[in-house]
């Protein structure tokens, strides 16, 4: 099948992008699922994708590539172009517009979002912004107060609050940005974060093995003493307790063994009892 050249109705439209496709959404409209249908389907998403492509620019600037946003608004021109019928007695844009701009706004709300709020905080957000730029107008420059936004948009000030947090929310710093914006000594928002403290594992596990050791007896408690804080070699601590270096050996292993299987027993969780 030839390819379709598709005419321009200037004088029905404000665009150059708007093609006379009247007559192939009918045939459309009359095909079975199949390829010739398909085909159909590609030719009109190809003659209306100008469209779709000036719809997306309008949403630049706004932290998403034109790329991107010029694929979303493809995405939903296909999907217009497959559920219009022109046995409704509408013509196409007025009904593919909303289709095309419901798919990039959806885009937004779902996908671009660093912090995710809740729908409706991201609404009332975008009630919040267009307040403050309507009275941005009409108060000399100066950033309404959340009074003035409330009174403005009949929210509430707890509500012009929460949009006003969710305006900081759309994207997110790096944790390499400079945690002072005035500042360029180096310091950035990482070095703002605080770090695990390993003394603390330590201090922990010597409070849970004081009352174990002393349990042990005297001579133990004194083996592990010279061995671990005396830092005494084994044949050391044996010549001066007058026992040999392997007796040393198996004190050290039974006393730590007895202190860490008491350890393990007290602080097991406890499980709770089905009847």
Not at 54 to 68: H, I, P, Q
Not at 123 to 146: F, G, H, I, Y
Request: charged share 30%.
């Amino acid at each position: 099948m030839s390819a379709v050249r598709y005419r321009t109705q200037r004088a029905r439209h404000h665009h150059d992008d708007a093609p006379d496709t009247a007559r192939d959404f009918e045939r459309l409209a009359a095909l079975p699922q199949g390829p010739e249908r398909e085909e159909l389907c590609s030719r009109l998403v190809e003659a209306w994708l100008p469209m779709a492509h000036r719809l997306a620019a309008k949403y630049r600037n706004r932290g998403e590539s034109l790329e991107d946003l010029e694929q979303v608004a493809a995405l939903g021109l296909v999907k217009a172009v497959n559920r219009y019928d022109p046995a409704m007695g509408t013509p196409f844009v007025p009904f593919a517009v909303p289709t095309i701009t419901g798919e990039i706004r959806r885009h937004f709300r779902d996908h671009t979002w660093d912090v995710h709020v809740p729908r409706r905080v991201q609404e009332l957000r975008n009630k919040v912004r267009a307040a403050v730029r309507e009275l941005n107008t009409a108060v000399d420059d100066r950033t309404p107060s959340v009074r003035e936004i409330a009174a403005h948009t009949g929210l509430s000030e707890e509500d012009v609050s929460a949009g006003l947090e969710a305006m900081e929310t759309f994207r997110s710093l790096s944790l390499d940005a400079s945690a002072s914006a005035d500042s360029d000594d180096g310091y950035s928002l990482v070095d703002t974060l605080g770090h695990t403290e390993a003394a603390y594992d330590t201090a922990v596990a010597r409070e849970a093995v004081k009352p174990c050791l002393r349990e042990l007896p005297e001579r133990q408690r004194k083996v592990l003493y010279l061995r671990y804080f005396r830092d005494m070699t084994q044949s050391r601590i044996g010549k001066e307790l007058g026992i040999s270096q392997m007796h040393v050996s198996r004190l050290l292993s039974k006393s730590c063994e007895r202190v860490r299987r008491q350890v393990e027993r007290e602080h097991r969780p406890v499980r709770a009892h089905t009847a």
